[in-house]
């Protein structure tokens, strides 16, 4: 089955840090660029970081800048989320998602799936005292 599974979410205090995977099953994740999203309630999805398919350009959200890394390990199937000094605001359901051949750039504009190759259900982080 082809498919993305993110894992790691939970319920953290503010000023504190999570580590989020994304992992594929079916197919080749080296290939794709992968970007993390996110959706807190009553609220439009929005990109969060994006990663290329070698590792040789990032992008965050201004949101999370300094906050967040986005890493990958290929031969592991997988791509990472590092969430640290995280806020109330931060909470939502964080999803991955791979797309073939789109930019970093484009990615993060993304509100939806449209145009992407796979995106996996999500996992929920909660950052409340």
């Known amino acids: 089955q082809l498919q993305l599974v993110e894992s790691g979410g939970g319920l953290v205090q503010p000023g504190g840090s999570l580590r989020l995977s994304c992992e594929a099953s079916g197919f080749t994740l080296g290939v794709y660029n992968i970007g993390w999203f996110r959706q807190a309630p009553g609220k439009e999805r929005e990109g969060v970081s994006c990663?290329?398919?070698?590792?040789?350009?990032?992008r965050h959200a201004d949101s999370v800048k300094g906050r967040f890394t986005i890493s990958r390990d290929n031969p592991k199937n997988t791509v990472y989320l590092q969430m640290n000094s995280l806020k109330p605001e931060d909470t939502a359901v964080y999803s991955c998602?791979?797309?073939?051949?789109?930019?970093?750039?484009?990615?993060?504009?993304?509100?939806?799936?449209?145009?992407?190759?796979?995106w996996g259900k999500g996992t929920l982080v909660t950052v409340s005292s």
């Open positions: 990663i290329s398919s070698s590792s040789s350009s990032t």
């Open positions: 998602a791979a797309a073939y051949e789109r930019s970093c750039s484009w990615i993060l504009t993304r509100t939806d799936y449209n145009g992407m190759n796979y």
